[in-house]
C-alpha cells in the first residue's frame, strides 16, 4: 500500500451548500426513498432561508448593504436554523472568520440560507451561505460563507440535543469535519494566545518615519448602547447580531478615522460570546485600529456590559479583530497610512495584530486550501500546526463522504472501491476483522509498527510527536520499480477518536515537510496528500477496517494494475493488515497506552 503523489491540495472544506444532491448516495435509506426520488424536492428539514431586498435604510455611505445589517440577518437565519432542530431557544456561542468576496448594493436581493451541520451535547454548528442578486441582470454572487455555533438552553434542565443524520454527499462531508472544526474552535482562543507567545515579533517601530503618521489614539472609539426588546429574543438575551452589527459600527468608525475614507470590511477573525446579556444591559463597545499595513488594517473591538444599578461590575462579553480596507473606484485597495501605536499597550496590540496577521493567513492558506495555490506538502511549523492537523483530518473525512465510490472487486471478503474524479484516482480498501475497534486503531495509528506488515514500509522513525494525537514520522520505502532510488517521505500522522455513536476511529496522513528532513539524494522524495484509516466499530471485538488512499498520475500505474485485478498486491497487504491486527489484538502499542 504505497501514497500517493499529487500535484494540488485536496479542498479542506467543501462548500457549505454545493445543492447537489446524489441519488445513489441516498439510495440505501429507505425511510426517505420517496423524498428523495426527485432531487429537487429534497431540502434539509433544518434549512431555513431568508431574502432580503436591500433598501438606502441598509446601506453605508457608499450605497452598499452594510456588513452589520448583514450579520443581523445572518444570525437570525442560523438562530432559526438551530432552533428548528434544538425545539428550544438557541444562542449564539461563536462565530468562525468569515471573508467578505463581495458587497452588496442598495436594489439588490440578499438570500441566506442555513442549516445544522451537526449537532453535540447542547450545541450545534450552523452553516450560512449568503448569495446577492441583481434583480435585473438575473446574476448571483457569493458573497461569504460563515460557520456559527449556537447553544440550546432549556430553562430546568440541560439539554442534550437529538443528533442530525447526514444523507448527501455534501450533508456527510459537513457532518464529518464539523467535529474536526469544534475541537479547533475549542482550543482556539489557547492556540492564538501560545501562538502569540511564541512568535517572535520583529516590528518596524524604531525605523519608520513618525512624521508620516497617524497616531493610533486619534482612531479610538467608545460608544454605549442600551438592550432594549427589539434587541432581543423572547427570553429577553440579546441576538448576538445584533452585538457583532454594533460592534461592525464602531469598528468602522475606527478604521475611518485612520484613512480618513470608507472602509470595506473584509474579514472578521473567528470569535466566541463569553457570556449572555440581557434586555436592560447598558454594552460599551471599545474599538482602536491595532495596525495598519500597507493595504489593510486590523481593527480591534472589545464589548463589557452592565446593569445600570452596578456600572463597575463589567462582564467582557466579546472581543473581536476585523480587517477592513479602502477601495478606490476600480475596487483596487488603496495604500494606507501607517499607524503610531501608544507605548505600554498599544505597542503590544500593535505586535500582536502582526502576529495575528501571519496566523490569519497561515489559517486561510491551509484551512481552506485553495488548491492550485498551495504546493503538495506544506512545511510543517508549529504556527501551523493545528491547522495543517485539521487540514489532514478533514481532508480524508471529506475522501470518505464521497457518494461515487464504486466497487470494483471483491476477494475473500476484501473489497476493493474506486472513486474516479477529474485529476484524481481514488481507492479504498475494506474488510472486516475479529479485532476492538480501540486496539486497532492503537496498533495502525503507531506508524513506527507498519513494517510489519507493509513492505511498502521499509522503516520507520519517529521524528516528532507533535502532540497526543499528532505524530510526525520519516519513512523509507522501496522503489516502485527496479532501477530507481528508494523513496522517503515526511508524514504527518494525526489520528482521532470517534466524537459520538456511528463516528468512526479515523488516522489520516499526509506529506509535510520539515527543515530538519530534507530530500537527500540517496532517497527520491515522495509525497502522500490524502490517505489513512477509517475504523468502525460494528460490535464486539468486529471492527469494519478502510483503507483510503488518493493517487494521482505519479501512482496510476501502480494503482490500476491493482484495480483492474492485474496484481493482488493490495488484497496481499491488507490480509497482511488483517494477520497483524489479530496476532496483536491483545497488545498495547508502544508508546501509546495513554489513550
Ligand atoms: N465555540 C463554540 N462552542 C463553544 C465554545 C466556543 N468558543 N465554547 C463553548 N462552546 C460549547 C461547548 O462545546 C458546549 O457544547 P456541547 O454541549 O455540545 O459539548 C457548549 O458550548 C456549552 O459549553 P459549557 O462549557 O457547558 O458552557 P460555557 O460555560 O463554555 O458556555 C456558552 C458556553 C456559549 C453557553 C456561554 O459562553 C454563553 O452563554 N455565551 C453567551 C451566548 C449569548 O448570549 N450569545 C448571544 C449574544 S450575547
Ligand atoms: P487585547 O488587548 O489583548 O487585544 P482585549 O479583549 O482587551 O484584548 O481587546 C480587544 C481589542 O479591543 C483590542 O485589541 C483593542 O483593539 C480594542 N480595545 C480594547 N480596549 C480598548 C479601549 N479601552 N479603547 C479602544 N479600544 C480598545
Not at 261 to 286: C, N, W, Y
Not at 320 to 345: N, Y
Not at 446 to 458: A, F, N, V
Request: overall charge neutral; charged content about 25%.
Amino acid at each position: 500500500m504505497i501514497h500517493s503523489v499529487g500535484n494540488h491540495l485536496r479542498r479542506g472544506l467543501a462548500s457549505v451548500f454545493s445543492g447537489r444532491i446524489s441519488r445513489k448516495s441516498v439510495s440505501h435509506t429507505e425511510d426517505i426513498g420517496d423524498t428523495m426520488a426527485d432531487n429537487k424536492r429534497y431540502r434539509n428539514p433544518t434549512e431555513v432561508q431568508m431574502s432580503q431586498l436591500v433598501l438606502p435604510c441598509h446601506t453605508n455611505h457608499r450605497g452598499e448593504l452594510s456588513v452589520g445589517q448583514l450579520l443581523k440577518w445572518i444570525d437570525t437565519t442560523a438562530c432559526l436554523s438551530a432552533e428548528r432542530h434544538a425545539g428550544c431557544p438557541c444562542v449564539t456561542a461563536s462565530m468562525d472568520d468569515i471573508y467578505f468576496e463581495h458587497t452588496i448594493s442598495v436594489g439588490q436581493v440578499v438570500n441566506i440560507k442555513a442549516k445544522v451541520n451537526r449537532a453535540f451535547n447542547s450545541s450545534m454548528e450552523v452553516g450560512i451561505q449568503v448569495v446577492s442578486e441583481d434583480l435585473c441582470s438575473e446574476k448571483q454572487w457569493s458573497v461569504c460563507k460563515a460557520l456559527a455555533t449556537f447553544v440550546a438552553h432549556r430553562e430546568l434542565s440541560k439539554v442534550k440535543l437529538k443528533q442530525v443524520t447526514p444523507l448527501t454527499e455534501e450533508e456527510k462531508t459537513e457532518h464529518g469535519v464539523a467535529a474536526e472544526r469544534r475541537r479547533m474552535r475549542l482550543v482556539y482562543a489557547d492556540t492564538i494566545k501560545d501562538l502569540l507567545a511564541r512568535c517572535a515579533i520583529q516590528d518596524d517601530l524604531d525605523s519608520k518615519d513618525y512624521s508620516n503618521m497617524v497616531p493610533a489614539e486619534k482612531t479610538r472609539v467608545e460608544s454605549v448602547e442600551l438592550v432594549l426588546p427589539p434587541h432581543a429574543n423572547h427570553q429577553g438575551n440579546t441576538f448576538g447580531g445584533q452585538i457583532m452589527a454594533w460592534m461592525e459600527n464602531v469598528a468602522t468608525i475606527a478604521a475611518s478615522r485612520l484613512c480618513r475614507a470608507h472602509p470595506t470590511l473584509k474579514a472578521i477573525e473567528m470569535f466566541h460570546f463569553r457570556g449572555p446579556s440581557q434586555v436592560g444591559d447598558r454594552l460599551v463597545f471599545k474599538a482602536i485600529v491595532n495596525n495598519a499595513f500597507k493595504h489593510s488594517m486590523e481593527v480591534g473591538v472589545c464589548v463589557e456590559a452592565y446593569r445600570q444599578e452596578a456600572e463597575t461590575q463589567r462582564r467582557h462579553i466579546n472581543s473581536a479583530f476585523m480587517t477592513f480596507v479602502v477601495l478606490d473606484e476600480d475596487d483596487q485597495p488603496q495604500k494606507l497610512p501607517w499607524i503610531c501605536p501608544q507605548p505600554g499597550e498599544g505597542e503590544r496590540r500593535y505586535r500582536e495584530a502582526s502576529a495575528r496577521k501571519k496566523i490569519r493567513l497561515d489559517r486561510k492558506y491551509i484551512v481552506s486550501c485553495k488548491q492550485a495555490e498551495v504546493p503538495l506538502s506544506v512545511p510543517w511549523d508549529p504556527s501551523n500546526q493545528v491547522y495543517l492537523s485539521y487540514n489532514n483530518v478533514s481532508s480524508l473525512k471529506t475522501l470518505v463522504a464521497k457518494d461515487n465510490w464504486t466497487l470494483s472487486s471483491e476477494i475473500s471478503q476484501v473489497r476493493l472501491y474506486t472513486l474516479e474524479e477529474d485529476k484524481f484516482l481514488s481507492f479504498h480498501l475494506e474488510m472486516v476483522v475479529h479485532v476492538d475497534a480501540a486496539q486497532a486503531f492503537l496498533l495502525l495509528s503507531d506508524l513506527r509498527r507498519r513494517p510489519e506488515w507493509d513492505k511498502h514500509y521499509r522503516s520507520v522513525e519517529l521524528v516528532q510527536q507533535v502532540d497526543e494525537d499528532d505524530t510526525i514520522y520519516h519513512v523509507i520505502s522501496p522503489s516502485l520499480s527496479g532501477n530507481s532510488k528508494p523513496q522517503d517521505f515526511v508524514i504527518l500522522a494525526s489520528r482521532r477518536k470517534p466524537c459520538d455513536n456511528g463516528d468512526p476511529y479515523v488516522i489520516a496522513l499526509r506529506s509535510v515537510t520539515l527543515p530538519t528532513h530534507c530530500e537527500t539524494p540517496e532517497y527520491q522524495r515522495g509525497e502522500t496528500l490524502c490517505s489513512g484509516f477509517c475504523l468502525w466499530s460494528e460490535g464486539d471485538q468486529l471492527t469494519k477496517v478502510s483503507y483510503y488512499n488518493q493517487a494521482t498520475p505519479g501512482l496510476l500505474n501502480y494503482v490500476t494494475t491493482n484495480v483492474a485485478g492485474l496484481s493482488s498486491e493490495f488484497y496481499n497487504t491488507f490480509k497482511a493488515c488483517e494477520h497483524f491486527l489479530l496476532d496483536n489484538r491483545n497488545d498495547l502499542a508502544p508508546g501509546l497506552q495513554t489513550l
